[in-house]
């Protein structure tokens, strides 16, 4: 019997056993063996280089061998009160290492072999069955936080030069078109203007502006605060830790009103007017710097003031927009904490 060659032998040269009762790998078995105790199917896996893990059918003495182990396939591994699985102990060959055993990708070499998944070169399938060499680099990505925003979701007023840098997420872009007062209009715009917008007087006058939106909180698991100062975002979805909320309303052109807007846009209601609401920090010194990511010029909105709240290593510029908004009976409005207007 196999199973006593281990007795009377030290305990590492005899395979360690820690079987998992009531659990199996499935959809990884590539051999199967008929009447073999458990203990045998251990030392057959032992055999075989492929073996990373094997299902035991407890009433039916069959033995399955897998080529992958648990940790690789965790969707896998499920409730089966038949059998038991274990897996090989030191003796396993790592997955990728040799071409007999195969990887599906890189990521799949550092989700089972952890922390012994080495930057070098490794076997993986090219997709048909083919064991191809190729280089993995296994070091954790790096996360610089000169280019990382604060968590939650939020949107920004686009500047002309696009969305600002972001390592861990994708700005989603939106605009909204609004139609200002037609009779005599008299919107505006400061003399230092970087906003990708249009101000635009004639031909119906309106005010065109985009939006980059931070529509999903990052898949890193750091968080990075809001710094506490004076500055307000748009709200996309709820405010960030922080940071109150408020509103404006835009009373837009009634008369024959040709609002529009299209993508991603901050939360709000985008009707014939328009009402956007706000996320602002309110309990700071604007003239303490607050650091974020610099890598491309982007805008804060201003709260209590127009001043602007300072940035760590940044030149600050305040620049504006003027909606001239529907003259007859306006019903502009503002509602809880919200951007300096006037
Ligand atoms: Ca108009
Ligand atoms: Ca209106
Ligand atoms: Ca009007
Ligand atoms: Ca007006």
New binding site residues.
């Given amino acids: 019997m196999l199973s006593r060659m281990c007795q009377g032998v030290t305990a590492e040269q005899c395979p360690t056993r820690e079987p998992i009762h009531g659990k199996a790998l499935k959809g990884y078995t590539f051999k199967t063996l008929l009447n073999l105790s458990s203990f045998e199917c251990l030392y057959y896996c032992h055999d075989e280089i492929r073996c990373q893990s094997y299902n035991y059918v407890l009433k039916e003495n069959i033995c399955e061998m897998n080529n992958r182990i648990k940790e690789a396939k965790p969707d896998q591994f499920v409730s089966d009160p038949d059998r038991l699985y274990d897996k090989l102990g030191a003796h396993r060959v790592s997955l990728g290492s040799t071409p007999a055993l195969p990887a599906e990708s890189c990521e799949e070499i550092k989700i089972s072999e952890g922390g012994d998944a080495v930057s070098s070169n490794w076997w993986l399938d090219n997709g048909s069955g083919e064991a191809i060499l190729a280089y993995c680099d296994m070091r954790e990505p790096e996360v610089s936080d000169t280019n990382m925003w604060p968590s939650g979701t939020f949107a920004l007023p686009r500047p002309k030069l696009g969305c600002p840098e972001s390592n861990d997420f994708d700005w989603k872009f939106g605009w909204r078109f609004q139609d200002t007062e037609d009779t005599n209009p008299k919107s505006g715009r400061s003399e230092s203007f970087h906003l990708d917008a249009d101000v635009e007087l004639s031909r119906g006058s309106y005010v065109n502006r985009s939006f980059c939106n931070k529509e999903k909180d990052s898949l890193l698991k750091r968080e990075k605060a809001w710094p506490q100062e004076k500055y307000c975002v748009y709200k996309k979805g709820v405010c960030p830790l922080g940071l109150s909320e408020g509103f404006v309303h835009w009373?837009?052109?009634?008369r024959n009103?040709v609002n529009k807007d299209g993508g991603s846009l901050p939360e709000g209601v985008y009707g014939?007017?328009t009402r956007i609401f706000f996320c602002c920090r309110t309990d700071g010194d604007k003239s303490d710097p607050v650091p974020l990511p610099l890598s491309k010029p982007f805008y804060l909105l201003a709260y209590g003031s127009s001043d602007c709240q300072l940035v760590k290593g940044a030149i600050t510029t305040t620049e504006y927009i003027i909606f001239d908004n529907?003259d007859k009976n306006n019903?502009d409005s503002s509602g809880g904490v919200h951007p300096f207007i006037k």
């Fill in positions: 009373d837009d052109e009634d009103n014939s007017d529907e019903q």
